[in-house]
């Protein structure tokens, strides 16, 4: 653990909370005495991953300062200041608890030798009965590089199991296919500096001040720099306000508008033609397809007038560096890798990848959310991108992991798919580490079901999450600061997580856990680590000539660079800040055009259920909201949801501002307080997504996904607005059936349709 007090100043020792709250964090004895350590580290929420120093006092973390790195210059923002006050949080998992008495008992206190040996117990038995795939792992991205590798391995290694995946499926699966199939590579392809370079910003479907609140002031500068900035967006969003240009789009039909501004950069004679013929192929397809959407149809379908499109397209056009910035508006959709696919089209006919400021990039939102995709915890993927159907990715890395290349499992269920194989019995157990299935998976209801059909369903984690109170074996883990790695963040920059303290009580380690259960499952050889800086220098050489090759980067050279951009395949190479400038990442080295149509979203509004729902986050909140809910000051800024309502629908509706109101959909309703607000579209209304129980908007959420990458379609589905002081509706929340194997299937939607060609076309590249 390196401590560095450079930057140390005694008129900020205050920590920032106290000033918010008036109340020192839990654990606090040295009000009056100056922190002795400043441990230099990156803020644990978004995928900005800020730079911060961590007070240490007496082995406790008791306060926050900011820390210069490149990226944030020294910001933080609302979540980054208070995330500290995790480490010593009386809401704090400090003991294992095992689930007495059947699925309807409770959750007791039990000692690791008691809640481990259960587990293994468990696992061993259903593996006798059922074959190994018959116990799953469901990771997350919000965890260092080091662990979500280790995750990877435990599954394939540990279980012998093919099932693994993780969150970011339920985040950056679209962006990451369209990515990897486009330009052969899945990463931001430039650092977050350049966008002082570029001359036009185009936002499509991110809330990036709520989202990304550090990054606004690269953006800011931009237009200082004199980029304009056009925003398409169904709401009105903090970012959308300051744009010289919105465009308030239907959400879900982007294909229409981007396709529609490509049409409008070609009638212009605004293609970089060179560019085209020398750097890229499938032009001609492309330049037919958008042929179809000449502004006044865009409009028709997206919602946008014309003219609008024609102005956005022209200033996007005309810039000779031009920047498209998109996020989960248009990636969490059934045609999410399309719309990414379609942003990149534009930027390419532009002839925009390579030049600095310029090209088309998805911002990463969790904490890891770049790195957590390459490390092989994904369903059909192995370390450093490789693929786990290539015979050579498979020699590879079994070799680096020493088992036998025909021990290593092929491809496995989708984290959306695996819902539908706990339903059916299929996966009978599953090992859930940083995520919420109970709040973040769509259709919660089927959701619930299908996890209690687990026995056991086993969560490591630091509080007491929705799911894990559902589970029936909980491990008490670590929060990102008592424990040291590495997380790429949403540029590919990877950063340095340093330890500040240890788990409180009996918890422990995550990887720790995890190499226990390897042991006691008899698989102890293969996972012989003593810290994370051993795992780490492991996914180094099992990432070496893979797409994502770290193996340049260790621990002391990010400490020197503060930060070291991937592709870094040599310990001499300093990283890879800028991609593209020479070649694509593809084996002939150019890029692909891939011609996308417009096709609707699964459930469109109409009849009883007139509205389109869409969901997202608020500055306050991080994902399912596990974490910041129980963050004093952050839940006390956004301690319910709330559903946005534009005035004429209010007004249609009888509804009045904060009064509270019944959302329905054909899968649930909730109640919640209105929000009236110009800032959305009439047609649209929007409920945040971090919230629990009964304030869990996904109850509402269709379970339909990208038939490709299987990402859900969190931003659409069709929903109605009541008053709550009307009497009740004649037609209650639709039936639902038991689920049974035999009709699972239709119960679980979001699992419909096996996996037919496109995931075995594009399944190489992301
Ligand atoms: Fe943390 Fe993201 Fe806020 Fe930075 S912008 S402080 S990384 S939540």
């Not at 406790?60 to 995330?83: D, E, I, T, W």
């Not at 237009?223 to 056009?230: H, K, V, Y």
């Not at 894990?468 to 790429?488: I, S, Y």
């Not at 050279?557 to 694509?584: H, M, N, Y």
């Amino acid at each position: 653990m390196s401590v560095n007090k450079d930057f140390f100043d005694p008129t900020r020792a205050f920590n920032y909370d106290f000033q918010s709250t008036g109340a020192p964090p839990t654990g606090w004895e040295g009000a009056d005495r100056l922190p002795e350590n400043l441990v230099p580290t990156h803020c644990c929420f978004c995928g900005v991953q800020c730079g911060m120093y961590l007070e240490v006092l007496d082995g406790s973390v008791v306060g926050v300062q900011p820390r210069f790195s490149p990226h944030n210059q020294g910001s933080l923002c609302p979540k980054g200041v208070v995330a500290y006050q995790q480490v010593g949080h009386p809401a704090r998992l400090t003991y294992p608890l095992i689930r007495r008495g059947g699925k309807g008992g409770r959750l007791e206190r039990a000692t690791w030798d008691e809640a481990l040996d259960y587990v293994v117990h468990r696992w061993q038995e259903i593996q006798a009965q059922q074959g190994p795939d018959a116990v799953a792992v469901y990771s997350g991205s919000s965890m260092t590089n080091e662990k979500c590798y280790l995750m990877g391995k435990f599954a394939r290694v540990g279980l012998r199991s093919r099932h693994v995946d993780y969150n970011g499926r339920l985040c950056m699966s679209s962006a990451a296919g369209a990515y990897a199939k486009a330009l052969g590579i899945d990463r931001c392809p430039l650092p977050m500096t350049d966008l002082l370079l570029t001359e036009c910003l185009l936002v499509v479907g991110s809330n990036m001040a709520e989202c990304f609140p550090v990054m606004m002031q690269w953006l800011w500068r931009a237009r200082d720099n004199g980029a304009p900035l056009i925003v398409v967006d169904p709401r009105q969003t903090a970012l959308a306000r300051t744009a010289d240009l919105w465009l308030p789009i239907k959400s879900g039909t982007d294909v229409a508008l981007l396709n529609a501004f490509l049409r409008q950069v070609i009638h212009d004679g605004l293609v970089d033609e060179e560019y085209v013929r020398q750097r890229t192929v499938g032009w001609e397809a492309v330049r037919e397809a958008v042929e179809a959407y000449p502004p006044e149809v865009a409009e028709r379908i997206c919602g946008v007038p014309a003219e609008r499109i024609i102005a956005a397209a022209r200033l996007y056009g005309r810039a000779n560096r031009s920047l498209i910035m998109h996020a989960r508006g248009i990636e969490h959709s059934t045609h999410g890798v399309d719309n990414c696919l379609a942003c990149i089209n534009l930027a390419l006919a532009r002839g925009q990848f390579g030049k600095p400021g310029g090209g088309a990039t998805m911002l990463t939102g969790q904490g890891n959310g770049q790195g957590g995709r390459e490390v092989g915890q994904k369903a059909n993927q192995l370390p450093g991108y490789r693929h786990i159907d290539d015979p050579e990715d498979r020699t590879y890395v079994a070799k680096v992991w020493g088992i036998p290349v025909e021990e290593m499992p092929g491809e496995g269920a989708a984290a959306t798919e695996m819902v539908r194989l706990m339903a059916e019995g299929q996966i009978r157990s599953c090992l859930v580490i940083c995520s919420n299935l109970m709040v973040s998976l769509p259709d919660n209801a089927v959701v619930q079901r299908a996890i209690e059909n687990l026995d056991p369903l086993v969560v490591i984690d630091f509080f007491l999450s929705e799911t894990a109170e559902l589970a029936d074996v909980v491990l008490p883990g670590n929060v990102w600061c008592e424990d040291e790695g590495t997380t790429t963040n949403l540029e590919g920059r990877v950063v340095k997580i340093n330890q500040a303290t240890n788990p409180p009580g009996e918890a422990r380690r995550d990887w720790e856990i995890i190499c226990d259960l390897a042991r006691r499952l008899g698989r102890g050889q293969f996972f012989p680590y003593h810290s994370a800086r051993e795992i780490w220098d492991e996914y180094r050489v099992a990432s070496k000539g893979g797409v994502a090759d770290y193996f340049g980067i260790t621990y002391e050279k990010i400490d020197a660079q503060d930060g070291v951009f991937w592709p870094c395949p040599t310990l001499e190479s300093p990283g890879t800040p800028r991609l593209f400038t020479e070649r694509f990442a593809h084996p002939d080295g150019k890029a692909r055009f891939v011609a996308v149509t417009y096709q609707p979203p699964a459930e469109e509004p109409g009849g009883d259920f007139p509205f389109r729902l869409t969901t997202g986050r608020v500055v306050y909140h991080y994902l399912s909201g596990n974490q910041t809910r129980r963050l004093g000051f952050l839940n006390s800024q956004a301690p319910e949801p709330w559903v946005e309502i534009h005035p004429r629908a209010a007004q249609y509706l009888g509804i009045q501002n904060e009064e509270r109101v019944r959302v329905r959909t054909r899968r649930g309703v909730m109640e919640l307080k209105a929000l009236v607000t110009e800032a959305i579209r009439p047609d649209t209304l929007f409920i945040p997504f971090h919230y629990g129980h009964r304030e869990a908007v996904n109850q509402l959420t269709i379970p339909a996904v990208d038939p490709t990458v299987k990402i859900p379609e969190y931003k659409e589905c069709a929903a109605r607005l009541e008053r709550i002081e009307a009497p009740p509706e004649a037609e209650p929340a639709p039936p639902r059936e038991n689920f049974t194997p035999a009709n699972a299937p239709k119960m679980f939607p979001y699992a419909r349709g096996e996996r037919k060609g496109p995931v075995k076309e594009v399944g190489k590249e992301f």
